[in-house]
């Protein structure tokens, strides 16, 4: 069967998009229910059917043994705690201005330091990030009570700091915040 040229282009034109779309699952995020294909179409032999004296040429795919699965590997300490903590703290939206400049995950530093377990802690001291000097004299430490101010209002909190944020002026989402960065 011929096809006109623009008939030909646009099979191949949806042709590819099914293709595209089907490699990276259709840009759907939900599990979907598998499709019938040729080869489901074909009724399985119910044992009734079939005859026992004479054994299957080929064994149905439910017969044929699976391949072993690769070892798991065993996860570190660190590993452990941050999945550990990532399953306790969920990020709310809030925390998305905050991700801009921090990291959540332990040692890693970007234009902010690291927020990966500072609850409790002294303000200026996470390793490896170079703060600045008020923030370093500051002698705050990181609990319910200074974050709430501190995130109110940075540079009034430690005038000099290198933040260059003007603060969550909401309440409600900046306890969100907090209650994320205290499961960190």
Request: net charge negative; hydrophobic share 40%.
């Amino acid at each position: 069967m011929m096809f006109a040229p623009t008939t030909a282009a646009r099979f191949t034109s949806a042709f590819a998009l099914a293709l595209a779309l089907a490699a990276c699952g259709g840009g759907n995020d939900q599990a979907e229910e598998p499709t019938a294909s040729v080869t489901d179409a074909t009724p399985l032999a119910t044992p009734e059917a079939t005859d026992t004296a004479t054994p299957a040429a080929t064994p149905t795919p439910e017969a044929t043994p699976s391949e072993s699965p690769s070892p798991t590997p065993t996860p570190t300490a660190k590993a452990t705690a941050t999945t550990a903590a990532a399953a306790t703290a969920v990020e709310p939206a809030a925390f998305a201005q905050c991700k801009a400049c921090h990291s959540v995950e332990p040692g890693k530093n970007g234009i902010g330091p690291s927020l990966a377990g500072i609850w409790g802690e002294k303000a200026g001291a996470v390793p490896g990030f170079e703060f600045s000097q008020p923030m370093k004299d500051s002698g705050l430490v990181w609990n319910q009570a200074t974050l709430d101010k501190y995130l109110t209002d940075p540079r009034g909190v430690v005038p000099g700091t290198k933040m260059a944020f003007g603060g969550v002026k909401d309440a409600t989402k900046r306890q969100a915040i907090i209650d994320y960065i205290k499961g960190l």
